[in-house]
């Protein structure tokens, strides 16, 4: 049960130039098939995990939910018969799959203990869908999300249940590299089936994209700018972030952020600071004043760390940190009916008034009162650069949203780029993609964010300490290239498998399979045709993007063909791939795969020339289609011995029927003239006779003289 690594294909990646152990496909060659036999086996409201876990689809555990995943119960089918439950992600939403790997090697009692994770057969929805297993162990959560975010809780029941613990989780999360995302008291269970709390435990984070389920209020001013989809990894301090407001909500006696939306949120901490924002009316006294100052200061770089927390926790008293105030004008420029005096809250609200903001831009306004009024410089030098950026980058009708998203980043570099609607932190924007495939929405905005270079030029003043931006822009470099090709294997489909490399493949052709390997992409088309329900095609641009990202050897040499309009180059390419694959992998035969594709290949067979051979592809055929050995098929396809000996006895063929039908030609062009046919033809064969009775003559005269001197 622990060694999950057995369990997740997410561990199962091939070597580049090596394929997988026999032991290692073996443990997840029953991946499709051992959901369908629990099918089976099993009630429609059991789905069996790996055969160890069995999830109880119809016991709903709300308490445990984690956003619009849904955690069900569950139990261990070993003899213990431990209490589990799983949380069911939503197929649309890409989870935490690597970082689950990390998340497993933190040993912590305060933190919910993953069991295993993975792809399940689920049998409400009959497809697959990816689930994280944990311990039930978690209790009740310290705040239910519906109720108000002030629970007035004594200073040393914080500190005891929720602080200290806390503080040791986000040192082993500092330790390891790993950024939670979901920290909050809803998140957060007393552990203790009597009620009482000694020492909290935190939930699951795994199961949507990074901070998707996270409110505003605990999401840092910037980070909360974002659409939650697109939020990225976050770091460290983000979680700190996180804690100081949940210390903050279990302390205060109001909620002054109550009935806010997301953006009034926002607003709300730009104007008064994160603290004064949280904090509302309530005055916290003592220790615990410093401690929330540290934490939730805006600036990450003046934020407490750890280990200042740590050493504020041993007794050590710290220099009280000041809270940011934003920089405003004493003159406001006006959109609409709206006044602004910094620019973070302009920037915000730019995109609501395009024909005011750009009126504003055009006729210099703006930069007079970045310039003369808030007398910032190095805004003003952004804000130059932008303009220049917007008349390079677009013309036309998308010229104006395009210089709309550049000013936004001059005035407020920190916030997420806004363009068309979308408030995009970078680092996510391959979950966003992802997201919007599999529900059928054009990524038509996206790709413009990456043609335009709007997403270059966000990236360029990001902090480096806080994101890895030159991963990003080699990223954004290939994405670019991949955009501008129509090719199979490049197009907005690669840029989705570059930018989220653990996405599963989005093809529509496996929206019921959760595919995150190649061998796992072999299987689902082997249970597709067990079903009855084979794709007409099966390497379409989605399937070939994702192989060309997820394993390229299995599919690279393929990919002449399959760019060709040539449908036995495509159907050849196909069976070949395949094969690799069956190889590389060491997978078992396929014999419902083989029955859907033995009729495609009498293509191939008809391409022979030489009957005998056609008749003895057709009876390999026949072979394949009964063992589903498609290695050995596609060998037989690709002998070169063969394909050249048939090539060179059809030319020869050739040579000697084009002979045969030139004769035939000048024998139908004499036969025009039935009168004289045969006459020339007489008269030549006449004449040569009679030189060569010539020649006989005059030889047989001159061997008499010269053998009898008397004939004269």
């Known amino acids: 049960m622990s060694d999950e690594n057995a369990q997740d294909p997410s561990k ?28 089976k086996e099993k009630p429609a409201n059991i789905a069996t995990f790996a ?29 213990n018969k431990a209490p589990l439950f799983a949380v069911v992600c939503e197929r649309d939403l890409v989870p935490r799959r ?32 990816y689930v994280f297993i944990y311990y039930d162990n978690l209790g009740k959560p310290l705040m239910e999300p ?40 809803s998140n957060m269970y007393d552990g203790n089936p009597s009620g009482k709390i000694k020492s909290m435990i935190l939930g699951d984070c795994l199961a949507c994209p990074p901070s998707y389920e996270q409110p505003a209020m605990y999401e840092t001013v910037h980070r909360a700018m974002a659409d939650p989809i697109t939020r990225g990894k976050g770091t460290n301090a983000d979680d700190l972030y996180a804690l100081g407001v949940s210390i903050a909500v279990l302390m205060r006696q109001n909620d002054p952020l109550k009935g806010l939306s997301p953006q009034q949120v926002v607003q709300k901490k730009l104007e008064l600071g994160s603290y004064a924002a949280v904090t509302g009316k309530d005055r916290f006294k003592g220790e615990i004043l410093e401690l929330l100052r540290g934490l939730l200061h805006d600036d990450a770089a003046q934020r407490w760390t750890i280990d200042e927390v740590v050493a504020w926790i041993d007794g050590r008293r710290l220099s009280p940190k000041q809270a940011i105030v934003t920089k405003k004008a004493p003159r406001p420029v006006s959109l609409g009916d709206k006044r602004f005096y910094n620019a973070p809250m302009l920037s915000m609200h730019l995109h609501d008034y395009p024909k005011e903001a750009k009126k504003i831009i055009e006729d210099k306004s703006l930069f007079n009162w970045i310039e003369r009024s808030l007398e910032d410089e190095e805004t003003a030098q952004r804000y130059e650069k932008a303009l220049v950026d917007a008349r390079q980058q677009s013309t036309g009708a998308g010229y104006e949203a395009c210089l709309l998203s550049n000013v936004c980043v001059a005035l407020d570099p920190s916030a997420p780029l806004r363009y068309r609607g979308m408030n995009i932190i970078c680092d996510g924007i391959g979950t966003l993609m992802s997201h919007m495939v599999y529900r059928g929405e054009s990524l038509t905005k996206v790709v413009e964010i990456f043609m335009t270079q709007l997403g270059m030029n966000w990236l360029s003043v990001q902090n480096t300490a806080t994101m890895d931006v030159t991963g990003l822009f080699s990223k954004f470099e290939r994405c670019k290239r991949y955009l501008k090709s129509s090719k199979f294997g490049e197009g907005p489909e690669r840029a989705l498998y570059v930018l989220s490399p653990e996405s599963p493949c989005q093809s529509e052709i496996l929206r019921d399979y959760f595919v995150t390997d190649a061998d796992q992409l072999l299987m689902a088309f082997e249970d597709m045709c067990r079903r009855g329900r084979p794709p007409k095609v099966f390497l379409d641009r989605h399937v070939v993007a994702f192989l060309q990202e997820k394993d390229p050897k299995s599919i690279e040499n393929y990919l002449f063909d399959l760019n060709t309009h040539e449908n036995h180059r495509q159907i050849g390419a196909t069976l070949k791939c395949f094969a690799n694959i069956q190889r590389r992998y060491k997978l078992q035969d396929m014999p419902f795969l083989a029955r859907v594709l033995s009729p495609m290949l009498h293509t191939l067979a008809k391409r022979y020339h030489d009957r005998r051979v056609q008749e003895k592809m057709r009876e390999a055929i026949a072979d394949f289609q009964m063992s589903g050995n498609l290695i050995k098929v596609a060998a037989l396809f690709e002998n070169a011995e063969v394909q050249k000996k048939d090539f060179h006895s059809f030319k020869k063929a050739m040579l000697e029927f084009r002979k045969i039908e030139k004769e035939r030609e000048t024998l139908e062009l004499r036969l025009q003239d039935k009168a004289k046919f045969g006459v020339e033809t007489g008269r030549y064969f006449s004449a040569v006779f009679s030189c060569m009775l010539a020649f006989a003559v005059i030889i047989g005269a001159a061997s008499l003289f010269l053998s009898d001197k008397s004939f004269f």
């Open 51 to 79: 055969g160890k876990v069995d999830i109880l689809c119809d016991q709903r555990l709300p308490q445990y939910d984690s956003g619009p995943a849904s955690a069900y119960s569950a139990y261990s089918n070993d003899h």
């Open 146 to 185: 519906s109720a108000s975010a002030a629970l007035g809780w004594k200073q040393d029941d914080v500190m005891n249940a929720v602080v200290k613990p806390m503080v040791n989780v986000l040192q082993d999360y500092r330790d390891k590299d790993f950024v939670h995302g979901s920290i909050r008291p």
């Open 12 to 39: 199962k990646t091939p070597a580049a130039d090596a394929p997988k152990e026999k032991g290692d496909q073996d443990k997840k060659a029953g991946k499709v098939e051992a959901g369908k036999k629990a099918k």
């Open 98 to 129: 690597a970082a689950a790997n990390v998340y497993t090697a933190i040993v912590n009692p305060s933190m919910a203990k993953l069991v295993a994770h993975g792809a399940v057969y689920w049998p409400p929805e009959d497809r697959e869908l």
